[in-house]
T-cell receptor
Framework: QVHLQQSGPGLVRPSQTLSLTCAIS??????????WNWIRQSPSRGLEWLGKTYYRSKWSNDYAVSVKSRITINPDTSKNQFSLQLNSVTPEDTAVYYC????WGQGHVGPWGQGTLVTVSS | DIVMTQSPDSLAVSLGERATINCKSSQSVLYSSNKKNYLAWYQQKPGQPPKLLIYWASTRESGVPDRFSGSGSGTDFTLTISSLQAEDVAVYYC?????????FGQGTKLEIK
C-alpha cells in the first residue's frame, strides 16, 4: 500500500521560499510507471495542479505556466521522496498543498498526502 | 488548457434518492490508443484531502461503495449516487489527467434535502 507523508513549515514570509517534502512508502520515486505531483487548493483558485517530476530512463519535470518561473520539483532517490520549492511567494500562494501520485498507465490517481496549509504572511 | 465545468454548483437530495453530478470538458479526454477516458471523480469532506471515487471515468476505486458510479466518454461525464446516504454530504470534483496541465472542475456541493 502506497502512502505519502508531507512535511514542511506552515508559515512563510512574503518574498521568501516555500519548501515542502513528500516522503513515499510502498513505491519508488524512480518508478517508471508513476509521476509525482504537487497540487494546491485555495478558496479563490480551487484545485490547481502545480507540477510533477517523473523518471522514464531520465528525470523530467512539467510545471504549470502560472508558476513556471518560480517553481522547482526535485526527486531525492536516497530518501525516496520529492520536494516542492516555490520562490518569491505572495499572500496569493496561501493554500493547502498536496502531494499526489499518478499512475497514467493504470489510470490511477492517488494516494494523496495529508495536505499542508501554508500561509504566506508577515 | 482543458477546462472542466461541473453542474450544478450545489445540489440537495433526499436520503435514499438519486444524486447526479455532471462534468463537461472543453476537449476530449479519451486516449485513442487504449480507449480510456482520463477522468476522475473525488469526494472531499472538510479538513480532508480529496478522496478518489472513480478513475478512468467509470472504474470504481477499491473500497468505494457500489452506490457510486461513473459514466460518459469524450467530453461529457456523470457521477451518480444511486441512493444518497447521510455520509455522502461533501463536495465532489471531477479532474482530467489526459492533458498537461491536469485540471479540475469547480466542485459541486451535495447536501441533504
Amino acid at each position: 500500500q502506497v502512502h505519502l507523508q508531507q512535511s514542511g513549515p506552515g508559515l512563510v514570509r512574503p518574498s521568501q521560499t516555500l519548501s515542502l517534502t513528500c516522503a513515499i512508502s510502498g513505491d519508488s520515486v524512480s518508478s517508471n510507471n508513476a509521476s509525482w505531483n504537487w497540487i494546491r487548493q485555495s478558496p479563490s483558485r480551487g484545485l490547481e495542479w502545480l507540477g510533477k517530476t517523473y523518471y522514464r530512463s531520465k528525470w523530467s519535470n512539467d510545471y504549470a505556466v502560472s508558476v513556471k518561473s518560480r517553481i522547482t520539483i526535485n526527486p531525492d532517490t536516497s530518501k525516496n521522496q520529492f520536494s516542492l520549492q516555490l520562490n518569491s511567494v505572495t499572500p496569493e500562494d496561501t493554500a493547502v498543498y498536496y502531494c499526489v501520485r499518478l499512475n497514467w498507465g493504470q489510470g490511477h490517481v492517488g494516494p494523496w498526502g495529508q495536505g499542508t496549509l501554508v500561509t504566506v504572511s508577515s | 488548457d482543458i477546462v472542466m465545468t461541473q453542474s450544478p454548483d450545489s445540489l440537495a437530495v433526499s436520503l435514499g434518492e438519486r444524486a447526479t453530478i455532471n462534468c463537461k470538458s472543453s476537449q476530449s479526454v479519451l486516449y485513442s490508443s487504449n480507449k480510456k477516458n482520463y477522468l476522475a471523480w473525488y469526494q472531499q469532506k472538510p479538513g480532508q484531502p480529496p478522496k478518489l471515487l472513480i478513475y478512468w471515468a467509470s472504474t470504481r476505486e477499491s473500497g468505494v461503495p457500489d452506490r457510486f458510479s461513473g459514466s460518459g466518454s469524450g467530453t461529457d461525464f456523470t457521477l451518480t449516487i444511486s441512493s444518497l446516504q447521510a455520509e455522502d454530504v461533501a463536495v465532489y470534483y471531477c479532474q482530467q489527467y489526459y492533458g498537461n496541465p491536469q485540471t479540475f472542475g469547480q466542485g459541486t456541493k451535495l447536501e441533504i434535502k
